[in-house]
């Protein structure tokens, strides 16, 4: 069942499994504009197919998918578990306390351990950057990077794409991909994977992206991926597309990084009346969870013309289930993508 | 063991410290009798024109890992008091000084603070009876600057020289980067650069009222060697160290999380491996040392942040040096300077030199033998080199210390 050729940007990337040569799904970084695209494009049948009533197909019927979060989650490891069952998979979630897998040995053990258990693909989550990664390393099935550290959260920055190319094809507009467009993205970016891989993926598909935070949440040489920083955010809005806001991660925060909430948004704070002075039509995200009132006002999260908040949720659910298909092509033997190992 | 007979190295290309000359060197009742004569009764050993250098002296090493120290041609080693228990107790350090006895010598640092806690200035003039060399404040800076006034000050009284870590602690926190481009792009906590030369400003100004003799194990940013410069040229009694992880790495080697270059202070720009290298040439550096912290994979198998620094670096010493004279860095006589000389200076020990009553601490060396690093074929407790698969050249062939050969 390859899907690529009824895809209606066949032709802006290679056939079969030239599309997407690789094993894994570690960062934004490793991908070529058109792998991201043709991710994008294979999304948009489980957009449609999770939008009907009966929201299931058995394409992964027979594989197990196992979810091992190693940090908290609801979201996001809710959204993976919705996706790998629609698309008819065996799945499983391993929760386990950061607190029991920091010492010795035990990350490399429980990825060999989950290995011997024959996933045929899975999905991780760690506190530290490039745990996912090490992981991969040690299995010998397809690893999803479900976010490590303050490294990547690539399919974040896919549903996010995902997200606004319908925001705003609903309008009316190009939403193939984003040149032209300026994206600010506001908060503690820092502390952020999902801003560094958002910052890769909107650059690919043609953004300027604009970081804005304080100084002490702003990462060193950030420039140098392209970015433009800020740390008025007023300026940064001026003519913005778009403004995705981010949460303070204070859990990675050691020490004072900000005086008080209350000041955080006086200064960061998306506002009515911020947005309305960055434009008439600009545009709201959020990865989620917000924080209601510290960096996001509930009037502008809550507006159903501006804010695609709970978009990019659905759009989340649609972006793993094609990560999840893409991936396993190979394992399946999909024509066009190769023999079962 | 001592040496039964006198023997006579022959044919030997020596290095000096007035420079390199062919000649021959006695080795007689455990020193060098004498250098340029060659007629003497006992034993000759043919040197077919390869190197005779003196053994090498670590400044600063994790632990006592002989096989790798005899590959590497070092005879003696200064070991941190980061041991498990610190080395802050002077029955400690009179127990680790004879650990390596009679083949290899291990001279102890004292902990300059119980625990190493930065704290309490530990029993110094205790362990300096035991047996400790110099005075070392450990892995990390003692960020209490009235408690590292009154360290020097103490050290100062003693005649002993301290070793300091220079990374300014609050600054530096949970770091595990150099902060720039590659630690913002694989989302590693990290410090600023500047954070070592804080430290050493402060250490500076710090010595220089205690009347104090200091050593900055690794000195490793352009702003940081600017800073020794100046002292030195101001005649401060300061000297600086470095490893060659250093010299030879940037922080382009952290890529793909790789946590063998997981070290502290972490991997630098390349502008700052190119200002050591400068620093190297001019002499603002004294000392080039291994690090040695053999870790096995329970430290280093891990996420980058959650991995212990530190690289096996006795087996490499020699050959990153001799990379820098092939490199017109530096000339044959100064790397050993760096690598022997300079360390035993600053332990006072009588070693270190070809130099006629020294201790006949040797190294035979075939500085053109190409060989290539490997981590799984290590001789040290474990392989956790950055330098893995790549090739280098200069290995030891022959080794005595006290003129009795050490198996190698």
Redesign the interface.
């Known amino acids: 069942m390859t899907r690529s050729d009824t895809s209606p940007h066949a032709a802006r990337y290679p056939a079969g499994a030239q599309a997407f040569p690789h094993r894994d799904l570690l960062g934004i970084?490793q991908l070529e504009r058109h792998e991201i695209l043709f991710l994008l494009d294979e999304a948009e049948q489980w957009v449609d197919l999770n939008r009907q009533r009966t929201k299931h197909v058995d394409a992964l019927a027979g594989l197990t998918i196992i979810n091992a979060f190693f940090e908290n989650s609801t979201r996001t490891l809710l959204s993976f578990e919705i996706a790998g069952k629609r698309l008819g998979a065996d799945v499983v979630n391993m929760h386990a306390a950061t607190s029991s897998v920091?010492k010795?040995?035990t990350?490399?053990d429980t990825a060999i351990t989950l290995n011997a258990m024959r996933a045929d693909a899975i999905v991780i989550r760690?506190g530290?950057?490039?745990?996912t990664?090490?992981i991969a390393d040690k299995v010998d099935c397809p690893v999803l990077n479900a976010g490590?550290?303050?490294?990547?959260h690539p399919t974040q920055a896919l549903l996010d794409a995902l997200a606004l190319r319908h925001a705003l094809r609903e309008r009316g507009e190009n939403g193939d991909d984003f040149t032209g467009r300026t994206i600010v993205i506001c908060g503690d970016i820092l502390h952020s994977?999902v801003a560094?891989s958002n910052l890769l993926c909107l650059q690919a598909l043609g953004a300027t992206v604009r970081l804005c935070a304080p100084p002490a949440l702003m990462?060193?040489?950030?420039e140098?991926?392209g970015a433009e920083v800020f740390h008025d955010f007023d300026a940064a809005l001026e003519g913005a597309d778009v403004v995705m806001m981010l949460r303070l991660q204070t859990e990675r925060m050691?020490?004072q990084f900000i005086p008080s909430a209350r000041e955080y948004h006086h200064l960061y704070g998306l506002t009515k009346a911020r947005l309305d002075k960055a434009g008439d039509d600009t545009l709201v995200m959020h990865p989620g969870p917000m924080n209601r009132g510290v960096e996001i006002d509930s009037e502008v999260a809550d507006m159903i013309d501006r804010s695609i908040i709970t978009r990019q949720v659905e759009m989340g659910v649609a972006i793993r289930m094609a990560c999840l298909d893409v991936l396993t092509r190979r394992g399946r033997g999909v024509e066009g993508w190769g023999d079962a190992a | 063991m001592k040496q039964a007979s006198p023997v006579t190295l022959t044919n030997a290309r020596l290095v000096t410290p007035e420079g390199v000359r062919e000649s021959s060197l006695r080795m007689e009742g455990g020193r060098i009798g004498s250098i340029g004569w060659d007629q003497g009764e006992g034993e000759t050993v043919d040197a077919k024109g390869k190197l005779l250098a003196p053994g090498l002296v670590d400044l600063g090493v994790f632990a006592v890992d002989k096989p790798a120290f005899h590959f590497g041609g070092i005879t003696r080693a200064a070991l941190m008091p980061d041991q498990s228990p610190p080395l802050d107790l002077p029955s400690r350090v009179s127990y680790i000084s004879k650990s390596g006895k009679p083949d290899f010598w291990v001279h102890p640092l004292a902990a300059a603070t119980r625990g190493l806690e930065g704290r309490e200035i530990a029993e110094i003039a205790l362990m300096r009876e035991a047996g400790a060399r110099g005075i070392a404040t450990g892995r990390k800076w003692i960020s209490d600057s009235g408690v590292m006034l009154r360290l020097l000050q103490y050290a100062a009284m003693l005649d002993m020289p301290v070793i300091t870590h220079a990374e300014d602690a609050a600054l530096v926190?949970?770091a595990v980067a150099t902060?720039?481009?590659y630690?913002?792009?694989?989302?590693?906590?990290?410090a600023?650069a500047e954070a070592e030369a804080i430290a050493i400003a402060r250490d500076l100004a710090l010595a220089d009222m205690a009347g104090a003799r200091i050593h900055f194990r690794q000195v490793t940013t352009r702003a940081g060697l600017a800073m020794i410069r100046v002292a030195k040229a101001q005649g401060q009694q300061v000297t600086a160290g470095v490893t060659p992880a250093h010299f030879m790495l940037s922080d382009l080697a952290t890529a793909?999380?790789r946590t063998f270059a997981r070290l502290s202070p972490p991997l630098r720009s390349e502008d700052d491996r190119q200002a050591v290298r400068e620093a190297i040439a001019d002499g603002t550096i004294d000392v080039v040392s291994s690090g040695h912290d053999p870790r096995g994979?329970?430290d280093k198998?891990?996420?980058?942040?959650?991995a212990e620094p530190g690289m096996a670096g006795a087996e490499t010493l020699l050959a990153m040096v001799l990379a820098l004279v092939l490199d017109d860095v530096i000339d044959l006589p100064r790397a050993f300077e760096l690598v022997a000389t300079n360390p035993a200076k600053l332990l006072g020990v009588e070693a270190g030199a070809l130099v006629e009553g020294y201790e006949a601490d040797l190294a035979l060396i075939d500085p053109d033998k190409p060989w290539i690093i490997q981590s799984a074929r290590m001789a040290a407790t474990a392989g956790n080199t950055p330098f893995d698969g790549q090739p280098t050249q200069g290995r030891v062939l022959a080794l005595w210390k006290g003129g009795v050969p050490v198996d190698l």
């Not at chain 1, 530290?128 to 745990?131: V, Y």
């Not at chain 1, 490590?148 to 990547?152: F, I, K, P, R």
């Not at chain 2, 630690?183 to 990290?190: K, Q």
């Open positions: 970084g920091k010795g040995e990350l490399i760690h530290s950057s490039g745990a990664g090490l490590d550290g303050q490294h990547e994977r560094r990462p060193t040489g950030i140098i991926m050691s020490g | 926190g949970d902060a720039g481009e630690a913002t792009r694989r989302g590693l906590p990290s600023p793909d999380f994979p329970e198998r891990l996420p980058f942040a959650d």
